[in-house]
C-alpha cells in the first residue's frame, strides 16, 4: 500500500508558477508509475502528466506541454509537478495518483493510490 500526500499548492497570479510535491509512504516507492491530474469545479478528473519509474520516460497533457515539468526523486520518495505561465484555465484541485501497472497510463480509473489533493488558484 502506498501512502500519498500532495503539497504546494495555493493562490497565484497569471503568469506566476508554483512546484507541487507528492510525498509517498512506504520503500517502494520506485516499483510505481506516478501521475498528476486535476479537477476544476464541474468538471471530470483530467490527467495532467505522468512519470515512469525510472524518471526516464514522461507524458504529458496537450494543455500544459512546454509549461508543467513532471519529475520524481526516488530516493527522498517524492514526485514534482513544476507549474510555470499558470493561467486561470489552471485553477482545480492537483492530484498525485500511483500506478503499478508496467506502462505508463493516463486514465484515472487505471491508478491504485491517490492523494488527498491540493488546491491551485490562479488569479487573472
Known amino acids: 500500500q502506498v501512502q500519498l500526500v500532495e503539497s504546494g499548492g495555493g493562490l497565484v497570479q497569471a503568469g506566476g508558477s508554483l512546484r507541487l510535491s507528492c510525498a509517498a509512504s512506504?520503500?517502494?516507492?520506485?516499483?510505481?508509475?506516478m501521475g498528476w491530474f486535476r479537477q476544476a469545479p464541474g468538471k471530470e478528473r483530467a490527467f495532467v502528466a505522468a512519470?515512469?519509474?525510472?524518471?526516464?520516460?514522461?507524458f504529458y497533457a496537450d494543455s500544459v506541454k512546454g509549461r508543467f515539468t513532471i519529475s520524481r526523486d526516488n530516493a527522498k520518495n517524492t514526485v514534482y509537478l513544476q507549474m510555470n505561465s499558470l493561467s486561470p484555465e489552471d485553477t482545480a484541485v492537483y492530484y498525485c495518483?500511483?500506478?503499478?501497472?508496467?506502462?505508463?497510463?493516463?486514465?484515472?480509473?487505471?491508478?491504485?493510490?491517490w492523494g488527498q489533493g491540493t488546491q491551485v488558484t490562479v488569479s487573472s
Open positions: 495518483a500511483a500506478d503499478s501497472a508496467l506502462a505508463v497510463r493516463t486514465t484515472p480509473n487505471e491508478y491504485d493510490y
Open positions: 512506504g520503500r517502494t516507492f520506485s516499483t510505481y508509475n
Open positions: 512519470i515512469s519509474r525510472s524518471g526516464f520516460s514522461t
